[in-house]
């Protein structure tokens, strides 16, 4: 039995983009299928319909290695490649969307303290985030700053060797749960995005509390909370990276973070194409199976190219950031833009394709749709994906 995905060659821990044996590269691959196979999927439909948070599923993920799959390898992670990351989101979404997705931000988190972290920090967090025995989030969203994320209001003001954090967090996935909540905040009231940092705080820290568990369309397996800070004391040590990068930090994060929705899209739609392929030689109408019909193949022809489509853009915009090529942002968006398009206008064809039985929970496939509805909308709309591109295209 595979227990971990870290490659056996590889064994340095600088934070080099490795190059993986196609057979290195397979075995990952066929270890996380696995996982997903017998770990998520057999689970899904029950952990979305009584919103259950797995949390022993999640630390296995950790064993195998998917708790830092581009985390430097001293502190646990897997030192893995983007474009790796993105292959194996795919497989774990085909599990289950909503924990792949959940497991996504939380390597956003990761990655976040082992790029801008000091050594005390990485070796503080990371070894539980890297196992999952911890979890981590990330607090952007405000209830009055959302896709205008510059907006944020949350103050951190310094009070001797300490800062204190007040604001409210809208919408922060894993809230209540996590470990660790990497919070940006204001600590420049005139200085725009600019004046925002981000911060390192324990979720046990006096004054961080949790608002009720939101009810949402789908992704119910991982919760989404508020989270409130009311004079939130922490250590000046707390602060990731420098004074003022905040902003910076967290649009650096979300880059990788929409390759990996994006590919979650993809594996939850394939899924459901998959579904469909098989469900249209054994339903029949008209005294023939649906895979009879013209209409049928060119609907599924049509759902097929665009996923492949999609997948190029994701494979495409995953190497440019392990290059970090200058327009890795601009591919980044396109990316997350076309695919979570494209994943949910597959998966609802699914589901229309299925007929009355797409509509059923038993099926999976109406899951699928209310799961994948929410990336055309997290880690930036996709109105603002159009917004970067267009600054890029334009040179704005
Ligand atoms: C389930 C879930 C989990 C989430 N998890 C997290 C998390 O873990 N951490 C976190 O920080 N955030 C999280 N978010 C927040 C998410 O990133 C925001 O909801 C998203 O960025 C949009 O912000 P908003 O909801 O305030 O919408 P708004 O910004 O109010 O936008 C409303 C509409 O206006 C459009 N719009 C806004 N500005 C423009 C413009 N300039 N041009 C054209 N159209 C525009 C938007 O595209 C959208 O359609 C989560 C959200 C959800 C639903």
């Given at each position: 039995m595979v227990t971990t995905i870290a490659p056996a060659s590889h064994?340095?821990?600088?934070?080099?983009?490795?190059?993986l044996t196609e057979e290195e590269r397979a075995a990952i691959l066929d270890a996380v299928r696995d996982f997903a196979q017998h770990e998520l999927e057999p689970h899904a439909l029950e952990w979305d319909a009584t919103s259950y948070f797995p949390r022993e599923t999640l630390h296995r993920a950790g064993d195998l290695g998917l708790g830092g799959i581009y985390v430097r390898e001293d502190v646990g992670g897997t030192g893995l490649s983007r474009s790796d990351a993105a292959a194996i989101f795919e497989e774990l979404a085909q599990g289950d969307p909503a924990i792949a997705a959940y497991i996504s931000i939380h390597n956003m988190v990761a990655w976040m303290i082992d790029t801008y972290g000091d050594e005390t920090q990485r070796r503080t967090?990371?070894?539980?985030?890297?196992?999952?025995?911890?979890?981590g989030s990330?607090?952007?969203?405000?209830?009055?700053?959302?896709?205008?994320?510059?907006?944020?209001?949350?103050?951190?003001?310094?009070?001797g060797d300490e800062y204190v954090l007040t604001g409210v967090k809208q919408f922060i996935s894993g809230g209540g749960e996590a470990a660790v909540y990497i919070v940006m905040a204001r600590t420049d009231a005139d200085a725009g995005a600019r004046g925002i940092t981000a911060f390192l705080v324990p979720a046990d820290t006096a004054g961080l509390s949790f608002?009720?568990?939101?009810?949402?369309?789908?992704?119910?397996?991982?919760?989404?909370?508020q989270v409130i800070l009311d004079e939130v004391r922490v250590p000046a040590s707390s602060v990731l990276g420098e004074l003022g990068q905040g902003f910076k930090i967290a649009m650096s994060a979300l880059d990788g973070g929409r390759i990996n929705i994006?590919?979650?899209?993809l594996g939850g739609a394939q899924w459901a194409l998959d579904r469909t392929t098989a469900y249209v030689h054994e339903r029949f109408t008209f005294g023939e199976p649906l895979a009879e019909k013209q209409a049928v193949v060119f609907a599924l022809a049509?759902?097929?190219t665009e996923l492949r489509a999609a997948r190029a853009l994701v494979r495409d915009a995953a190497g440019a950031l392990?290059?970090?090529?200058?327009?890795?942002?601009?591919?980044?968006?396109?990316?997350?833009?076309?695919?979570?398009?494209?994943?949910?206008a597959v998966a609802n064809q699914a589901l229309q394709m299925h007929g009355g039985y797409g509509y059923l929970h038993d099926y999976g496939i109406e899951k699928v749709v209310r799961d994948l509805r929410v990336h055309q909308i997290l880690e930036g709309t996709n109105e603002i994906m159009r917004v970067i591109i267009g600054r890029q295209l334009l040179g704005a």
């Open positions: 064994t340095t821990s600088a934070p080099a983009v490795p190059s967090w990371l070894p539980a985030l890297t196992a999952m025995t911890g979890f990330y607090c952007l969203t405000e209830p009055g700053a959302g896709s205008d994320a510059a907006a944020i209001a949350t103050s951190a003001i310094r009070s608002g009720a568990l939101e009810h949402k369309m789908g992704w119910n397996a991982q919760p989404t909370r994006a590919a979650c899209s049509d759902m097929a392990d290059a970090k090529a200058p327009d890795a942002p601009m591919q980044c968006a396109m990316a997350k833009r076309f695919a979570t398009d494209a994943g949910f």
